[in-house]
Nanobody, 117 residues
Framework: QVQLVESGGGSVQPGGSLRLSCAVSESIASMYDMGWYRQAPGKQRDLVASFLSGGTSYYADSVKGRFTIARDNAKNTVYLQLDSLKSEDTAVYYC???????????WGQGTQVTVSS
């Protein structure tokens, strides 16, 4: 069982920044994939950014150029830097990891991001 603990959410004004962290209970060095999703009220949970096997990364079109996914293998932590935040970025952000392609993914409890003036 992999445990994930997110932190770093909060309330910011439009144009502000936040850094989300996801502490993983085991080594992330060989994880098949890791990513961040978000879910706004009344909407489905969508992929925001992810690392794929082979070292490539993915960003949803709505966050390209504003969000950056990063990792620290020594700390078993995945980060999501959120810059130039907009009101439409308001959502609960979830961390997701999968150890092997054939395994189910693990989810964190989520962290709330609210962008409002």
């Amino acid at each position: 069982q992999v445990q994930l603990v997110e932190s770093g959410g909060g309330s910011v004004q439009p144009g502000g920044s936040l850094r989300l962290s996801c502490a993983v209970s085991e080594s992330i060095a060989s994880m098949y994939d890791m990513g961040w999703y978000r879910q706004a009220p009344g909407k489905q949970r969508d992929l925001v950014a992810s690392f794929l096997s082979g070292g490539t990364s993915y960003y949803a079109d709505s966050v390209k150029g504003r969000f950056t996914i990063a990792r620290d293998n020594a700390k078993n932590t995945v980060y999501l830097q959120l810059d130039s935040l907009k009101s439409e970025d308001t959502a609960v952000y979830y961390c997701n990891v999968r150890r092997r392609v054939w395994e189910s993914a693990y989810w964190g409890q989520g962290t709330q991001v609210t962008v409002s003036s």
